[in-house]
């Protein structure tokens, strides 16, 4: 069992950058192509990066050129680089196995991006 804990979260204005960081339990971690996802208010959960586990990303449109994924197998912990954040940025962002696994969704962590 994976269990998968968000952070890094928080108020940022518009230009502004952070690093969310996805921290995964188990051993397994290395083996598995990971995702970021986000829910925005009153929106489905939409998938924004994904990194399979040697390395390779894709990214959504709406976030290509600005945000980067990455991770670090012996720390078993996953990174969303998110740089030039715009209002609509504003969600949940969760991370989770590629495609996503209904047990593995965690609390996430809230990026609001505001004047």
Do not use: H
């Amino acid at each position: 069992q994976v269990q998968l804990v968000e952070s890094g979260g928080g108020l940022v204005q518009p230009g502004g950058s952070l690093r969310l960081s996805c921290a995964a339990s188990g051993s397994i971690f290395s083996l598995y192509a990971m995702g970021w996802y986000r829910q925005a208010p009153g929106k489905q959960r939409e998938w924004v990066a994904r990194i399979a586990s040697g390395g390779a990303t894709n990214y959504a449109d709406s976030v290509k050129g600005r945000f980067t994924i990455s991770r670090d197998n012996t720390k078993n912990t996953m990174y969303l680089q998110m740089n030039s954040l715009k209002p609509e940025d504003t969600a949940v962002y969760y991370c989770n196995l590629f495609p996503s696994t209904d047990n593995y969704w965690g609390q996430g962590t809230q990026v609001t991006v505001s004047k």
